[in-house]
Each structure stands twice: as structure tokens, then as C-alpha cells.
């Protein structure tokens, strides 16, 4: 077989590529982190540090309705910089709000997108900042692949939760396929992430809730993901440990300004956590149901968690047990498999005090859609980092595990 030197350049270019150092690792996080209660009056000064002269501000209609933004357009119009608005984020973002605010984008010629808000918000900045160069569409990403963008962008979160602050990930409903679709790359990441827990101090107890345990089920998925490397097992750590011992005060006294604290740093340490590690098997059955049923996605991960963390067991036993000493309910006296059934058990018990449902019992999921939501869960990309191979079979039976509310045998 004759090869040309084209051929040899190929395949070895293709086997460089393709190439990963042992144990080696990437790990993304944003530029600029400004924290601290009242520290949004800082806003102004930072967007000048990195350049900013026209600052499109992206935010949930009603977030702006509330006056949450105020603040934010103070320290921007105050500090002499250009500031338009695009409010018209209501619910989860789609496509067709995307594309509205990167039209607006485009019009305004503002060189920097601020994001102001819960998770949809902020992943509406950040799509919006990238779709600002591209002329398809984003859901054409997601596998990745998003690189680069013109303008700046940042992230001020008003919920500690999704940790969209600092990911390179945004979570998108494609309205002609009907699912949420994780997209990712590095360009998603934002250069600015500013977090005031003052901000967060009028959040319902029901949504402070909901976005505490989507932030500890990042923790927990990035710690038993088969990607995880020593730094983002170290962020999603110290996030299980904090989310433990404040969300609940945080539900139960949302004026605790220290407790709000608590949960926002430790939603941003979730956040890196779990950018650079991934996610699994929770997630990727949640942007489904999620999607399909209008379900909150936090409310999603809290009545899935338990379950996942169960099944996953039989591949994570160690890192489950060190999840349960995180939440301080694990004891030396305790045998590793103990220590993993006390960890699966304390979250359950965390979503009851919470007062979150348990089960998908109260959500109406036909017995016939259950095949293709199991289907459209094994092509989620969050899929990936699961320490556990899954077939569609076994998630198909997760799922009725959680429409009965019944734990598996041993964790009752």
C-alpha cells in the first residue's frame, strides 16, 4: 500500500489531536471576581478596567419590574459609560429571545453584555454576546466548539444557584426540537463575575430553595464525575459543606445577609466545579423533564437527586462517602458503603426540610413518554462526566423509581 507524506502528516496531526496528557487537565474560570455585600456601586469602575463604553444589560422582565437592576444602572450611568436594556427574558431562554437580543445587540453596537439575574438570564447574556459574530444558530454548539466573541460580557447572579457566573456552559430551549440543550465552550465563560448577596436578600424562600439544591447537585456531580481533577474536586467540596449548613437558614431567614453570602460563594465555587469537571446523570434527565413538563430546573434536580446518587453508587461508592463527611454525616465508625447510603439519605432529607417534593408523582408523565425521554437523556451532553455507563433501559427505570417516590432497596 503506497502512502504519500500528505497521508503520514494526516494521521499524525489527527493522533496529536487527539492526544490527552495522563491526568492532565483544563481548568476555565472568569478574569475579574469582585465580591462582597453592596459591592455592585463597584460596577462601574470594573466595566472601565476591562474596557467597557456601551453596556448592554440583560436581565429577567421581572427582576427589572422589581427594581433588581437599579442598583446596577446606577453604577453604570454614574461611572459615565453608555447603558441600554434588553428585559425580554421571561422564563427559561429560547431561541427566538436569543436571536431578539442579539439583533438588539447588533443595532446598539454596545462592546460589552452584562448579564443581571437567575441562571436564564445569565445565560441569555452569555449566548446573546456570542451570537452577536455568528450568523446561525447557537444550538448548532453543542458539543462545544464556541471559542471566541467581540464584546466583553459579565455576570451578576440574583439567585444562588446555577452558577452561570462563571461556566462556560449556557442551557438554551430550541423550540423547534422542544428539548433544553446544554452548549459549551470557552467563549461562554464570562471575563466579569460579580456577586452581592445583597442582592439576593428578597429572593422567595420556594426559589432560594430551588436554586440551593441545583447548586449542591452541581457540587455533588462534579465531585463523582469521571472528569474531575484535584481543583475542581477541592471547589465542589468546600460548595457541599457550605451549601449544607446555610441553605437551609437561607430558606428559613432570607434576610441573613451572612447566610446569603455562604450560598452565592459557594454557588460560584459549584459553578467552577462543575465547568471544569461536568455534570451527569441528573442533569441530563432534568433538561428533559424539565423541558417537556415546564418543571423548574432546580425542583427537577432536587426530586432526581437521591435517586441518581443511589444508582451511582455502584461506580462512586468512596467519593459518595466523602460527600456524606462534607455534610457531616459521615463517621469514621462507618463502613464506606454506610457512609454512601448517609450521604444519598441526607440529601433526601435536605429536600424534605426544604420543603421541595420527593417524587415526580405530581407531574404528569405519560408511561408511553417515559422511552423517549430516557432516549433524549442519553444524547444530553451533561451525560458524559456520569461515573456510571447508563442505557436507556436503566434510566427508563430510574424514572419510574422516581414517579413511585421509592429509593432502591438499602436506602429506605
Known amino acids: 500500500m503506497n502512502v504519500s507524506q500528505a497521508d503520514i502528516a494526516a494521521i499524525v496531526q489527527q493522533t496529536l489531536t487527539q492526544f490527552r496528557p495522563h491526568r492532565g487537565f483544563t481548568f476555565r474560570s472568569p478574569a475579574v471576581t469582585v465580591t462582597g455585600g453592596y459591592c455592585v456601586y463597584q460596577l462601574g469602575e470594573v466595566l472601565k478596567e476591562l474596557g467597557a463604553t456601551k453596556v448592554l444589560l440583560v436581565a429577567d422582565k421581572l427582576v427589572h419590574q422589581l427594581g433588581l437592576t437599579t442598583s446596577c444602572e446606577a453604577a453604570i450611568t454614574l461611572s459615565g459609560l453608555e447603558l441600554m436594556l434588553f428585559t425580554d427574558i421571561a422564563g427559561e431562554p429560547d431561541t427566538d429571545c436569543i436571536k431578539a437580543g442579539a439583533e438588539m445587540l447588533n443595532r446598539c453596537d454596545a462592546d460589552f453584555v452584562l448579564g443581571v ?3 436564564s438570564a445569565l445565560d441569555a447574556a452569555k449566548a446573546i454576546a456570542v451570537l452577536g459574530d455568528y450568523a446561525g444558530k447557537l444550538t448548532d454548539f453543542h458539543v462545544g466548539g464556541i471559542a471566541s466573541r467581540r464584546v466583553g460580557l459579565g455576570a451578576i447572579p440574583t439567585t444562588a444557584g446555577t ?4 461556566t462556560d456552559i449556557a442551557v438554551i430551549k ?5 428539548i433544553k440543550v446544554p452548549v459549551k465552550g470557552p467563549a461562554l465563560v464570562p471575563d466579569m463575575a460579580l456577586i452581592d448577596p445583597a442582592l439576593m436578600t428578597g429572593v422567595p424562600a420556594g ?7 441545583d447548586a449542591l447537585t452541581h457540587a455533588i456531580e462534579a465531585y463523582i464525575s469521571r472528569h474531575s481533577n484535584p481543583l475542581s474536586k477541592a471547589y465542589a467540596y468546600h460548595a457541599i459543606e457550605a451549601i449544607g449548613k446555610a441553605l437551609p437558614i437561607a430558606v428559613g431567614y432570607g434576610q441573613d445577609i451572612d447566610k446569603r453570602y455562604d450560598m452565592a460563594v459557594a454557588a460560584y465555587k459549584a ?7 461536568g455534570l451527569g446523570l441528573t442533569h441530563a434527565i432534568s433538561h428533559q ?16 437527586l437521591p435517586y441518581i446518587m443511589a444508582f451511582n453508587a455502584l461506580s462512586c461508592e468512596a467519593e459518595l462517602a466523602e460527600v456524606a463527611s462534607a455534610l457531616g454525616v459521615g463517621r469514621e465508625s462507618m463502613t464506606l458503603r454506610e457512609r ?4 444519598v439519605l441526607a440529601v433526601r432529607q435536605l429536600v424534605i426540610d426544604l420543603g421541595l417534593p420527593t417524587s415526580l408523582a405530581d407531574v404528569d408523565i405519560a408511561k408511553r413518554d417515559i422511552p423517549l425521554l430516557a432516549e433524549q437523556a442519553m444524547k444530553d451532553i451533561c451525560l458524559k462526566g456520569n461515573p456510571r455507563d447508563v442505557n436507556p433501559n436503566q434510566i427508563a427505570s430510574l424514572l419510574q423509581q422516581v414517579i413511585d417516590g ?3 432497596e438499602g436506602y429506605c
Not at 174 to 178: I, M, P, T, Y
Not at 290 to 304: C, D, T, W
Open 163 to 166: 452558577g452561570s457566573e462563571v
Open 340 to 343: 454512601c447510603r448517609a450521604a
Open 117 to 119: 439575574g437567575g441562571g
Open 207 to 213: 426559589i432560594t430553595a430551588a436554586t440551593g439544591i
Open 271 to 277: 459553578g467552577l466545579a462543575f465547568s471544569n469537571a
Open 289 to 304: 423533564i424539565g423541558a417537556r413538563y415546564h418543571l423548574a430546573h432546580g425542583v427537577a434536580n432536587a426530586i432526581l
Open 406 to 408: 421509592t429509593l432502591p
Open 174 to 178: 430550541d423550540l423547534v426540537l422542544g
